[in-house]
């Protein structure tokens, strides 16, 4: 599976514009965000070695799209290389970056989007998963130490170099950064509409409104809009899942990979898709 381009482009887009609008003066007086940190309270955690706990963070890295950025086996890639900018997804393993993170690190990063340095962290879609509550990002923590060790050092991302100058910009490097407190817990599992909004929360939201009301995803130019879920909050649930499953949708309009991650969501279950289903029919 190819890492989803739009979660990158959707940044990359806007520091393009940023470099073609704003020239090197800007860099003179850049500089007031870059290299910013961020304090953040540990959180309790619950990470353990158990096998469910485990399994179901293995279950949230696919379906979140962890292991799509940052390769199957979490040791980490390149995503994107056109000269000044590289992207590279690190190796989140025990061998690589994971190794060097504590837990509450860790819960930082993906709620927070906040790194283990303080700074911000860039690319990496921690706005999206703000809504994990700390249950599940236990289970992730979990299966993030369960893995394999593998030596693999994709290198780092040099955007970052650049920062001075992105910082004055419209693009805006704390952009993923959510300090808010994230939910202690979260509705029951089950096939509700109550559930759905929790799931879609953790994801969808990023892209389709906070509230499943649609937009645009800027800057990219060539993405199509997020639409608002309300049509396919009305479509059979069969068909919905099969969207979600293979990017077909009942129309027979075939969805794009790069702006809308199928490949990543369709390895949802049947119910979570049925809750996400429920939550889209109440729009
Ligand atoms: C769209 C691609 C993408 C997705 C999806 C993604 N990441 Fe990342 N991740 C990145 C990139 C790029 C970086 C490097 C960010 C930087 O250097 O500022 C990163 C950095 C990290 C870091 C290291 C932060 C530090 O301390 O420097 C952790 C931990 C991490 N990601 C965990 C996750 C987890 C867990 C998930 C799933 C819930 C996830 N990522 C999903 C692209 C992604
Ligand atoms: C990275 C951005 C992004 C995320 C995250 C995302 N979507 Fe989408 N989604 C899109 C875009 C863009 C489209 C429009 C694609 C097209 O028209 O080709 C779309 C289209 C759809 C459609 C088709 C709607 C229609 O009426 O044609 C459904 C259904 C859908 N998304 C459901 C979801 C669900 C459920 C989630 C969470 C599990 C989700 N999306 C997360 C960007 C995203």
Redo the contacts with the bound molecule.
């Keep these: 599976m190819k890492p ?1 381009l ?2 990158i482009a ?1 940044i990359l887009g806007g520091l393009v514009v940023v470099l073609l609008i704003a020239g090197f003066t800007m860099f003179m007086i850049g500089g007031s965000n870059a290299g910013k940190t961020y304090e953040l309270p540990d959180v309790v955690l619950n990470v353990s070695d158990d096998s469910s706990s485990v399994a179901h963070g293995a279950h949230l890295a696919n ?1 979140l799209g962890c292991t799509d950025c940052h390769a199957e086996d979490l040791s980490g890639q390149e995503l994107f290389d056109a000269p000044p900018f590289r992207v590279v997804a690190p190796n989140l393993t025990p061998a690589g970056l994971g190794g060097q993170r504590t837990d509450a690190q860790l819960e930082h990063t993906i709620r927070h989007g906040v790194a283990g340095d303080g700074t911000s962290v860039i690319i990496m ?1 921690s706005a ?1 998963f703000h809504g994990l509550a700390d249950e599940d990002v236990s289970a992730l923590i979990s299966y993030i130490r369960s893995v394999s060790p593998i030596e693999n050092n994709p290198g780092t991302t040099e955007i970052k170099l650049m920062g001075k100058l992105l910082s004055v910009g419209p693009f805006d490097p704390g952009f993923e950064v959510n300090l808010d407190a994230s939910p202690t817990a979260k509705p029951e599992a089950g096939i509700t509409s109550e559930y759905g909004a929790y ?2 929360g953790t ?2 939201h ?3 409104g906070e509230n499943g009301q649609g937009m645009e ?1 800027p800057p990219i130019p060539e ?7 309300a ?2 909050g009305n ?1 059979p649930l069969d068909q ?1 899942i099969s ?2 499953r293979t990017g077909v ?1 009942p ?1 027979g ?4 990979n790069d ?4 490949e990543v ?1 369709g390895q ?1 279950t049947d119910a979570e ?1 049925a809750a ?1 289903h429920a939550y ?1 029919a109440t729009f």
Excluded: E, G, N
Aim: charged share 10%; with cysteine.
């Design positions: 989803t739009k979660w959707r379906t879609p999206a799931l879609f994801v969808c990023y892209c389709h995803v993405s199509p809009p997020a639409p608002s879920l049509a396919a479509w919905f969207t979600i949708t129309a309009r075939q969805i794009d702006f809308m991650p199928f969501f949802m898709l996400l889209a």
